[in-house]
T-cell receptor
Framework: LAKTTQPVSMDSYEGQEVNITCSHN???????ITWYQQFPSQGPRFIIQ???TKVTNEVASLFIPADRKSSTLSLPRVSLSDTAVYYC???????????FGGGTRVLVKP | EPEVTQTPSHQVTQMGQEVILRCVPI?????FYWYRQILGQKVEFLVS????????KSEIFDDQFSVERPDGSNFTLKIRSTKLEDSAMYFC??????????????FGPGTRLTVT
């Protein structure tokens, strides 16, 4: 299982773009990169998943460089309600269990 | 939008008592999971369940824990004799298929278990 490293916390302001970078130097060829969001006292929620290059959905963008040793989750124009913990997960496509690290606690200020 | 539901939202029990946590996964999903999160700590995998049997379990999931899908809709986690250290938020999750999609799991709101 590839180990991931991401910042413990980040502060931002409403309307700004937030970029969270995750390092995964030991990523394997068939590993996918997935990001989850967790609000206090709630279950984690899937945000986005990618394998290489760039993926975008209505919530976020995921940038993955060619070497795949890192990835960046980009949250455009954050609001106060985006205050949450964001987890980067790396694992095999056929894997079942999710292995969560400590995540990045993002605080959006007014 | 379909969602995973869990009951109760909060369960208080005494040490040594049995508890059953209930989950209703999304109706057409085939893979089911239990995770737990001790206050202030990481979300930890407990067990995965597919085709009416456990497919993987963690070291936490010892003989005190069991899972069951008693009918076509419910998925339960039983703790036979609770300990103080079982106090945590327990999350149920489900997913439709394995493969790449298995990393997109749908989580319930959780049951907060307090053991006194």
């Amino acid at each position: 299982l590839a180990k991931t490293t991401q910042p413990v916390s980040m502060d931002s302001y409403e309307g700004q773009e937030v970029n969270i970078t995750c390092s995964h130097n030991n990523i394997a060829t068939n590993d996918y990169i997935t990001w989850y969001q967790q609000f206090p006292s709630q279950g984690p929620r899937f945000i986005i998943q990618g394998y290489k290059t760039k993926v975008t959905n209505e919530v976020a963008s995921l940038f993955i460089p060619a070497d795949r040793k890192s990835s960046t989750l980009s949250l455009p124009r954050v609001s106060l309600s985006d205050t949450a913990v964001y987890y980067c997960l790396v694992g095999k496509a056929a894997g079942n269990k999710l292995t969560f690290g400590g995540g990045t606690r993002v605080l959006v200020k007014p | 939008e379909p969602e995973v539901t869990q009951t109760p939202s909060h369960q208080v029990t005494q040490m040594g008592q049995e508890v059953i946590l209930r989950c209703v996964p999304i109706s057409n999903h085939l893979y089911f999971y239990w995770y737990r999160q001790i206050l202030g700590q990481k979300v930890e995998f407990l067990v995965s369940f597919y085709n009416n049997e456990i497919s993987e379990k963690s070291e936490i999931f010892d003989d005190q824990f069991s899972v069951e899908r008693p009918d076509g809709s419910n998925f339960t986690l039983k703790i036979r004799s609770t300990k103080l250290e079982d106090s945590a938020m327990y999350f149920c999750a489900s997913t439709l298929i394995g493969g790449a999609s298995s990393y997109e799991q749908y989580f319930g709101p959780g049951t907060r278990l307090t053991v006194t």
